[in-house]
């Protein structure tokens, strides 16, 4: 193959689910040696074309060479054995293998005809230590944090010597640490030759890695350009289709900061989770929670979810005292979670779009005052409008839409409950960007309701601009809490990085 040929080579692939024209003729190039980012909103077709590259859908039509040879893979073994190696969005790990034995899996060797699982727990720690990780590899997966879970994915496609590497939203549950650690990877495979195509939502990503972008739009090709050719503002535009409306003020308590708080935590502990948490949440305010990986913040929202019990300290709602036995417990008095994990904590696959959503605000008033189908029909489409959630119908199974779409359904789901607390972990995660801005207009709706908001991200601009108090956590205790005026991203890695 000459040297300036493509490693990969799309031309006119097509795909229809039904009615949903997916891919409407895309064509794509990938240079060996570079990286390649494929952008768009939720439900441009990034995952499916992906899916049709890896043989895990057939496509309609169209032609795909790889290497100058034709590729029509039957499935994603067939594709790893042509050479392409993925990640999946939506990851396909087994929750109660081993890690090791999830690395390997469908491409162990075998001596004498039986598995040979030392070699493949020794490959498993080869595919992890490329990503700076030294873990126990007979553990069960499910144990591990989602954040691990991810990287175990990542050392699965690592694991295969591929010269087409696709990643599908690999960080989505990354810390800044990690992701690093994921791009020097990442660098070194396209130093050596490796094709790498990356989907994130994350554009700051983009800029920091990757040589070419190509971006969709409902299925359609809308650009291909190096990346310093296509500034920021150019390829939101491209994304959306327009130019974006500016971002909305910036989120500020509507209620006076001395009104009695709405809840009120202090001293909460539980072993192996949480060693001390003090937090507040104001009547009318958002606070957000700071922290690294691993800092307590997901099993401090589970605490006051009920879904794991305090073992001491003490949480006061609207001035009483509150010791939810369950989530169920929790939701009587108002208090709604979005959880960081949808795939497991959330969605139900066979439900339609419009069940999904109508959930929490069925199950909040109960049988006796159940909703009318005209009323849940007037909610989902409410919500499929505000979200931009892309469905062909409101009574579409949810599980046949992009990911990005299913978490907003999810979030709908809980914004739709009006709650009194709104526990959001990780809302935003795989969102795209016109439906960021919607989702902190819907939380400003709640504040200024009246109702309290506890924000958890990863992302800081997006808790400084959405929060009037942010409190950091640091180690499974809570450090300090920052207030506006004068909050800032600076502040907050300041706050985490001075405590020792
Ligand atoms: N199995 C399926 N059945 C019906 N429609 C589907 C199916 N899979 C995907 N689609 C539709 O195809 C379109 C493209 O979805 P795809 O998952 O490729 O989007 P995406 O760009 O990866 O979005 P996201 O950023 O949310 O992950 C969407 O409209 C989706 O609803
Ligand atoms: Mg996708």
Known sequence: MPADSPLLSVRSLSKRFGAV???????????????????????????????????AVRRDGGTVLFE??????????????????????????IPHMSVAENITLGRESRRWGLIDRREARARARRALARLGLTIDVDQELGGCSIALQQLVAIARALDVSARLLILDEPTSSLDRRETAELFAVLRRLRDEGVGIIFVTHFLEQVYQLCDRITVLRDGAHVVTRDTRDLPRPQLIAAMLGRTPA????????????????????????????????????????????AGLLGSGRSELARMLFGIDRPQGGRIELNGETFSPRSPRDAIARGIALTPENRKSDGIV???????????????????????????????????????????????????????GNQQKALLARWLAANPALLILDEPTRGIDIGAKQEIESLIRGLINGGAGVLFISSELSELVRACSRIVVLKDRRTIGELRAP????????????AHA
């Open 486 to 497: 004068g909050l800032s991203e600076e502040h907050i890695l300041e706050a985490i990085a």
């Open 349 to 403: 696959p066979n439900l339609s779009v419009r069940e999904n959503i109508v959930l929490a605000l069925q199950a909040r008033r109960g049988v006796l005052r159940s909703l009318s189908r005209r009323e849940q029909d007037a909610i989902a489409d409410e919500f499929i409008a505000r979200l931009g959630i892309k469905t062909p119908h409101r009574e579409a199974p949810i599980s046949t839409l992009s990911g």
């Open 68 to 93: 100058g040879t034709a590729c029509d893979p039957a499935s994603p073994r067939h594709a790893e054995a042509a050479g392409l190696s993925t990640v999946f969005q939506e990851v396909g790990l």
């Open 246 to 289: 500016a971002p909305g003020a910036s989120v500020t308590s509507a209620a006076p900061a001395d009104a009695a708080p709405l809840l009120r935590a202090t001293g909460l502990r539980r072993r192996e989770s949480i060693e001390h948490a003090d937090l507040t949440i104001p009547r009318g305010a958002a606070v957000g929670l």
């Open 21 to 55: 024209v997916a891919l409407d003729s895309i064509d794509l190039d990938v240079s060996p040696g570079s990286i390649h980012a494929l952008m768009g909103e939720n439900g441009a077709g990034k995952s499916t074309l992906i899916r049709c590259l890896m043989g």
